[in-house]
């Protein structure tokens, strides 16, 4: 006997009915919105899922293959999250040697190119991303 697939909007996910019982008897219980998909539609879900595509569900609750939805800013504020990381890295160490009086020539430009680095990264707007103009850190050229 062939299985039959359900779709639920509200859970994101398929629910083979072959599984009901167990659904029903577990403390989340089968979803009230699952709606039956052919078993073709099911596996060309799948299939497209596997090519990158996401699994939504259109205004009726049935499921429908979308390209993924990218969060541009989220990795634009990840980016400037990890550059500013770096930045303080290398500022800290520097500070102290100058704190000390213990800088040299080299130390001091060191500091002063991470410094106006950091204070660049910190005018990054992330919401342009990602047509972001990122400044360049210091090289140690």
Same mark, same amino acid.
């Given at each position: ?13 398929? &629910? #083979? ?5 167990? &659904?029903?008897? +577990? #403390? *989340?219980?089968?979803?009230? *919105?699952?709606?039956?998909? +052919?078993?073709?539609? &099911?596996? +060309? ?17 049935? #499921?429908?293959?979308? *390209? #993924?939805?990218? *969060? &541009? ?7 400037? +999250? ?16 100058v704190k000390y009086g213990i800088a040299s020539e080299e130390e001091l430009q060191w500091l002063k190119e ?18 972001i103009e990122w400044p360049e850190p210091p090289s140690n050229d």
């Amino acid at each position: 006997m062939k299985d039959r697939y359900f779709w639920s909007k509200k859970e994101n996910g398929f &629910y #083979p009915e072959s599984m009901k019982e167990l &659904y029903e008897n +577990s #403390p *989340d219980g089968w979803p009230g *919105d699952a709606v039956e998909i +052919s078993e073709e539609l &099911y596996n +060309s879900l799948l299939e497209g899922q596997g090519r990158g595509k996401v699994i939504t569900s259109d205004s009726d609750g049935k #499921p429908l293959l979308s *390209d #993924p939805v990218i *969060d &541009y800013a989220a990795i634009a504020e990840d980016e400037k +999250s990890r550059l500013a990381s770096k930045a303080e890295e290398m500022i800290l160490p520097l500070q102290r040697a100058v704190k000390y009086g213990i800088a040299s020539e080299e130390e001091l430009q060191w500091l002063k190119e991470w410094e106006i680095f950091s204070v660049e990264l910190s005018r990054v707007d992330t919401s342009l991303a990602p047509e972001i103009e990122w400044p360049e850190p210091p090289s140690n050229d």
